[in-house]
């Protein structure tokens, strides 16, 4: 069974970096084809894909936020922890975590979708 | 970068009714393209994989279709539980979302 949980502040001020952390079971980002990433979604909004990680260190971006982000695993911990730099009040919303095979590695691939979900965490944004 | 592009953005139907939601991608991604449901609160759900492949569990009156750069996922006959938002994502390389569609009672 593959469970996730994301982790992290609730609340940031703007101009704040914030950190979130991904703890999952049931999956290890040591092996073969196994991806993990975060996406975001604004209240009311669309789910916004932020940026993933692969079992072999391969990290993806949003080329839209990828100045402000950085993603990092830690194999040992079954964890992978998302920053992002410059927290305005437009980012807040409900961050979510998920498990998403490699799509041209992974048996199945899964069309490199993501289909294991956390919960989601709301982090607000606001002095 | 690649854009996806969804169809309607909002649509009402009744229970029975077929419906057709449209994902198109800015360059060809093959059959990368995947379908998620969302209710209010929960965490989106994969129902469609690589295109046309069923996620287990979901049922068969949800369908896909398409490659390249179109893409359509056909709710054959609407239950009540099926009034959700439904998105696309494209797969291939990177991952980009469409903008939802939400399927409203009539």
């Known amino acids: 069974q593959i469970t996730l949980k994301e982790s992290g502040p609730t609340l940031v001020k703007p101009t704040q970096t914030l950190m979130l952390t991904c703890t999952f079971s049931g999956l290890s980002l040591s092996s073969s084809g196994v991806g993990v990433g975060w996406v975001r979604q604004p209240p009311g909004k669309a789910l916004e894909w932020l940026a993933l990680v692969y079992w072999n260190d391969d990290k993806r971006y949003s080329p839209s936020l990828k100045s402000r982000l950085t993603i990092t695993k830690d194999t040992s911990k079954n964890q992978v922890v998302l920053t992002m730099a410059h927290m305005d009040p437009v980012d807040t919303g409900t961050y979510y975590c998920?498990?998403?095979?490699?799509?041209?590695?992974?048996?199945?691939?899964?069309?490199?979708?993501?289909?294991?979900w956390g919960q989601g965490i709301l982090v607000t944004v606001s002095s | 970068d690649i854009q996806m592009t969804q169809s309607p953005s909002s649509l009402s139907a009744s229970v029975g009714d077929s419906v057709t939601i449209t994902c198109r991608a800015s360059?060809?991604?093959?059959?990368?393209l995947n379908w998620y449901q969302q209710k209010p609160g929960t965490a989106p759900k994969l129902l469609i994989y690589?295109?046309?492949s069923l996620q287990t569990g979901v049922p068969s009156r949800f369908s896909g279709s398409g490659s390249g750069t179109e893409f359509t996922l056909t709710i054959s006959s609407l239950q009540p539980e099926d009034f959700a938002s439904y998105y696309c994502?494209?797969?291939?390389?990177?991952?980009?979302f469409g903008q939802g569609t939400r399927v409203e009672v009539k």
């Open positions: 690589s295109a046309s």
């Open positions: 360059q060809s991604i093959g059959s990368y």
């Open positions: 994502q494209q797969g291939y390389i990177t991952r980009t």
């Open positions: 998920a498990h998403t095979p490699h799509p041209f590695i992974a048996v199945p691939n899964k069309g490199g979708g993501f289909d294991y």
